[in-house]
């Protein structure tokens, strides 16, 4: 009995320390989106044949790692019928002292992203948020909304650079990430 006590001492103290680490993770939350739930006509775009308000979602973020120097954020949807998914929002060089976006930032006219930060073309062609829009009839799309810590301050980028580098470039410096996987169908 005496030798059991101890290896089950070792583990609940490990289990212990383990539900501590977890409770500090880097998370991402939303008040507009949420995993596993559909979006709504805000974050839909426009255009296409879509008619949403194409507004990027209040994203926000906390427990970031130690060594952050700045973040990213991505949209990006794999179910896409292009072969290689579908960029909607890449945005670079978020300062480190940043912990939270409102609703529609990333909009292309009024853009009120942080200063210094960098939105990259989507695959819509533009430097902005562009929303939701499957083709009809596709089914549920998977929308990836993630965060990036960031072990760089700055990612240096061309002017149009495409989604494939920025998200090779992105990976490559992070240090941890937080997503939000939401859905969305057009019938």
Known sequence: MRYLFKPCLAMLFSMSASACVLA????LSSHDIASGEMMNKAQEFKGFGCD????????????????????????????????????HWQVINIPANVSEIPTGAGHG???????????IENDYGSASFGGACPPEGHGIHHY???IHALSVEKIELPANASGAL???MINANTIESSTIESL???D
Not at 24 to 27: E, I, L
Not at 109 to 119: E, V
């Open 52 to 87: 949403g308000g194409d507004l990027s979602p209040h994203l926000k973020w906390s427990n970031a790692p130690k060594g952050v120097k700045s973040f990213a954020i991505t949209a990006y949807d794999p179910d896409a019928p292009t072969g290689s998914g579908w960029w």
């Open 184 to 186: 969305y169908k057009r």
């Open 166 to 168: 920025a998200g090779y």
């Open 144 to 146: 990836r909304f993630k």
């Open 109 to 119: 006219k009024n853009n009120a992203m942080p200063a210094g930060s960098m939105q």
């Open 24 to 27: 500090d993770n880097f998370t």
